[in-house]
C-alpha cells in the first residue's frame, strides 16, 4: 500500500473569506462546475462571484469530504433541521413552469 504523505497548505495571508448562500452545479461528462452566489436582500443583480471546476473523481472525494464533515459537525453540536415549508431554496431551484406543491396548471 502506498505512503500517503501529509502536504503543507498554505494560505495567503490576503485571501478573502466569501459568504456564499447559492449555489449552481452543473455537469458535462468530464467535469463538473460549481457556481457560488452571495444572495442578499435588496440585491437585484446577484453575480457568481466565486467559481469551481472539478474532475468528476474529485467531485465524489469533494462529497465524500462534506459527508464525513457534516457527520462530524452533527455528532458534535446537533442534528442539522432542513426548513420545511417553502423557503428561499424552493423559489430559487423549483423547475421553470412547475406549480407551487399544492397548486394545478
Do not use: C, W
Not at 13 to 29: C, G, K, Q
Amino acid at each position: 500500500m502506498t505512503d500517503l504523505q501529509q502536504i503543507r497548505v498554505q494560505i495567503p495571508e490576503d485571501l478573502e473569506p466569501r459568504y456564499v448562500n447559492v449555489a449552481y452545479i452543473t455537469h458535462t461528462p468530464g467535469e463538473f462546475l460549481l457556481d457560488f452566489v452571495t444572495m442578499l436582500p435588496g440585491l437585484t443583480d446577484p453575480k457568481v462571484n466565486t467559481r469551481l471546476l472539478l474532475s468528476p473523481l474529485g467531485m465524489k472525494l469533494v462529497q465524500r469530504a462534506l459527508n464525513e464533515n457534516i457527520k462530524r459537525y452533527e455528532a458534535a453540536f446537533g442534528e442539522i433541521k432542513i426548513p420545511q415549508g417553502t423557503t428561499l431554496a424552493d423559489q430559487l431551484f423549483k423547475s421553470a413552469g412547475t406549480p407551487p406543491s399544492g397548486e394545478k396548471e
